[in-house]
């Protein structure tokens, strides 16, 4: 089975654009969740998505969203980028089983660069 | 869910076992104990999880112990590619914060030849 995708690998960006990150799951997975890691806070939780619907939310703010497809593919958005918001874009999928969600896989992550 | 506690550095030989530690001394009983890891600049890795007994799989062993306040990750034979920083997770497999993972700062594994 092909592994979580996530494009693009690598993106540069000027304050106050906004950036979409893109998520292909692995086959079969209907959760998807986000994380950010930046070396000062780690691996935060962004939010995650199953079967279409937001389940779970982290603490950022509304300028960070996200949305899944009916194929379980995801995509989050970042407006008005700050350069605080430079970090490692993480993806990760698990399986369908209803409650075990915390066996996840992870992509290879997309490094956002603000400047 | 609970929090978890990690020492934030150990090292270990080629070849030798790597006993990494955690302590969840506040562990609820519908709360499982997840392990990952993360090799420099690429995404974490699932390794193993357990709830109560001890598990096995290809990559390593989890030891729980019986009151399920502390467990520990046991990589066997640990190969210069184990070298990565580890996170100890505990979360409930149910309810409002499925699918939300929270890491720590873990520890970061040296294994040196």
Redesign the interface.
Known sequence: KAG?TQTPRYLIKTRGQQVTLSCSPISGHR?V?W?QQTPGQ????LF?Y?SETQ??K?NFPGRFSGRQFSNSRSEMNVSTLELGDSALY?C?S?GGEA???????????TRLTVT | DAKTTQPPSMDCAEGRAANLPCNHSTISGNE?V?WYRQIHS?????II?GLKNNETNEMASLIITEDRKSSTLILPHATLRDTAVY?C?V?R??G??????????GTQLTVWP
């Open positions: 979580v959760s969740s994380y780690g691996l935060q939780f995650e199953f389940r779970n982290g993480l990760a698990s409650g075990v969600r915390g066996e996840q896989y992870f992509g290879p992550g | 499982y997840y690429q995404g974490p890795q699932y999880h996170y997770i979360i497999n149910r409002s914060t499925l699918g939300r993972l929270y890491f720590g700062r």
